[in-house]
């Protein structure tokens, strides 16, 4: 029988074919992929079981909150996964595609076990800079509204710098790359002052700005409209010369090409500067946060520091980094939303 054949069952002696597989090997490589999951999903378990054992049955080397409630979350977490390893015995297709998940669940298990023997029982790593997981749990519980708090505070600066930003850079590259005039005056100065840091303007922001808020805009302003500018300009340049041809062969305007030709043409390379953008917003963020606004993200991350609440500042950094993420996750969605007919090669 050819591999090439279609799908087709025939009678044969030890059973029925699919194509060239045998239904019964692929049975049995299905049962045996189910008890691999399976022993998995127990080794997942049995991890988060040793975090719950761990942080109930041993005594503290210190005084934390939470920790009953972080045992029994990590006891739960153990057993919802011993019921997913009998789940892929009995009943697969239930748990259909939870398979990826387990290798992490293994990764976290262990990695909540060790870190709670570390700290809360052994003492091996020093108190107060590495807290146990409880007293971050105790944060998120105790603490959760000053952190929304910091995170609305923090999204608002980033809204407002990032859509100034973009716009500014936006109208520049597209103005850079479609008339020679603009080149010529503005060039020269984004040259001189598109590589400094932005973060080097926040003396003179601060100065002559009336509010830290409206000088953290602007820094943030300034970290997203260079990379935005730069490669909208190259995507305008970078349009190839016959579209224009065409375009003219039937009788576009200027204002045509620039619309419906040269823009279209860069949107790629924009989503490539706003990416970069985006990065760079986030250091100008917490810098600006740090040193002048009085809420957000930054701020709550100094405060925590300068009282040594290390586990304040551990949780802050986590609020953060997925904050970061979901933002740079976003406008990934929305490039794959605008740019749906071709597949670019930044990846997230």
Request: aromatic share 14%; charged share 10%; net charge neutral.
């Amino acid at each position: 029988m050819s591999a090439l054949t279609s799908p087709r069952e025939t009678e044969s002696g030890a059973g029925i074919e699919t194509g060239t597989i045998p239904l019964s090997v692929a049975a049995q490589a299905g049962t045996a992929k189910g008890l691999r999951q399976a022993l998995l999903a127990l080794v997942a378990a049995t991890a988060w079981g040793l975090a719950a054992f761990l942080t109930w049955a041993l005594p503290d080397v210190g005084d934390w909150g939470r920790a009953t409630e972080f045992a029994l979350g990590s006891g739960v977490i153990g057993g919802a996964l011993l019921l997913l390893g009998l789940l892929f015995i009995f009943s697969p297709r239930v748990v259909s595609g939870a398979d990826r998940f387990l290798p992490w669940s293994l990764v976290l298990g262990l990695f909540f076990a060790a870190w709670e023997w570390l700290t809360a029982k052994s003492g091996v790593l020093p108190m107060p800079f590495f807290p146990p997981p409880q007293a971050l749990l105790e944060v998120f519980l105790d603490e959760g509204g000053k952190l929304l708090e910091s995170v609305l505070a923090s999204l608002e600066l980033l809204s407002f710098g990032i859509f100034f930003g973009a716009l500014t850079g936006f109208a520049l590259g597209v103005g850079l790359g479609c008339w020679k005039a603009v080149g010529y005056w503005f060039h020269p100065v984004l040259r001189l002052i598109g590589p400094l840091p932005p973060v080097a303007w926040l003396p003179i922001a601060f100065y002559v700005f009336p509010s830290s808020h409206s000088a953290s805009i602007f820094l943030i302003a300034l970290a997203v409209g260079f990379p935005v500018t730069i490669l909208t300009w190259s995507g305008v340049r970078g349009v190839d010369p016959t579209y224009y041809d065409v375009a003219r062969t039937m009788g576009a305007s200027r204002w045509f090409l620039i619309v419906k030709v040269a823009i279209p043409a860069a949107l790629p390379h924009v989503f490539i500067g706003l990416f970069m953008g985006l990065g760079a917003s986030f250091v100008v963020l917490v810098t600006a946060e740090m040193m002048g606004v009085k809420a957000g993200l930054g701020f709550y991350m100094q405060w925590a520091q300068g009282w040594a609440a290390y586990a304040n500042m551990y949780a802050c950094l986590l609020v953060m980094a997925l904050m970061c993420s979901s933002l740079v996750t976003l406008l990934f969605k929305l490039r794959d939303r605008v740019l749906s007919y071709q597949k670019s090669s930044l990846q997230w």
